[in-house]
């Protein structure tokens, strides 16, 4: 029988460790932590080990997994893993961070005797309810070998991108085409809303067209509906576009329609809404041309 942990049982943590649970069986223990009491409530519904402290957790998994929302929080959780848990732990980010950080942070697990693999996600709650993530890893192949069969029970595509890094590279290549693709989005929906067009008919008329993507399905109609409640926050995207101006920054390039990305973003944040789902980009647009797209 397996032990596997799991920190943070969030929007994305829930999801991911129901699969793990539903498509583990008998085989598979899953222990999770979360601070709050109805988060862990959760787990144990489903069939998980809740725990109260993460000490509990780190004594008994041998592979550990979270998807934290900051850079911070990752090198802190990391660096408490490879103090309190046992040597020969293998631990997974699954959360978007910045590739400098975790290759950092890689070289300080090895040499404590610990795997590090960063395995971010694309797909959002739908994905981590439904188990079928997009999930892109960096790391010792031999570790991504064996760590395949968990991720494989969260996603349904899952691909090994290289050494170190790698996996949150391709996430930040990933969100930068899903931010540009939210502000495009925008734009198109407040000029037709603008010029006189019934939003909900070009969303018929369009999605089956060269412009329908995962984007538009997903987040038009919690537009539409004015439904803004987080599925997939802004804050944590946000967060994406730094690491993608960084990694810009590092390789001496500029990103200009990153830039418009991270413009539109820092507007969000001054108006109050940057915990609010991504599909709440359109506020910027609706400011600027004085409409609803409703």
Known sequence: MKNIGYLGLGIMGTGMTYNLIKKGGSDLTVWGYDPVPAARDRLTANGGKAVENADELYKNCDVIFFCLPTNALVRATVLEITEKAKPGTTIVD?????????????????????????????????????????????????????????????????????????????????????????????????????????????????????????????????????????????????????????????LDIDLPMTKIVEEQMDWINDHGMIDEDQASMVKYYEDLYGVTIE
């Open 94 to 250: 699954m959360g978007a961070s910045s590739p400098y950080v975790i290759q950092e942070l890689y070289k300080i697990a090895k040499e404590r005797g610990f795997d590090l693999l960063d395995a971010p996600v694309s797909g959002g709650q739908t994905g981590a309810d439904d188990g079928t993530l997009v999930i892109m890893c960096g790391g010792d192949k031999e570790v991504f070998d064996r760590v395949l069969p968990y991720l494989e029970m969260m996603g349904k595509t899952v691909t090994y991108m290289g050494g170190s890094g790698a996996g949150d590279m391709s996430k930040v290549a990933n969100n930068m085409m899903v931010g540009i693709h939210l502000c495009a989005m925008g734009e198109a929906y407040a000029l037709a809303v603008k010029a006189g067009l019934d939003p909900k008919v070009l969303f018929d008329a369009i999605k089956g067209g060269f412009a329908q993507s995962a984007v538009m399905d997903l987040k038009v109609p919690k537009v539409l509906s004015r439904d803004f409640t987080a599925s997939a926050r802004i804050a944590v995207h946000y967060k994406d576009i730094h690491n993608a101006m960084d990694m810009a920054k590092a």
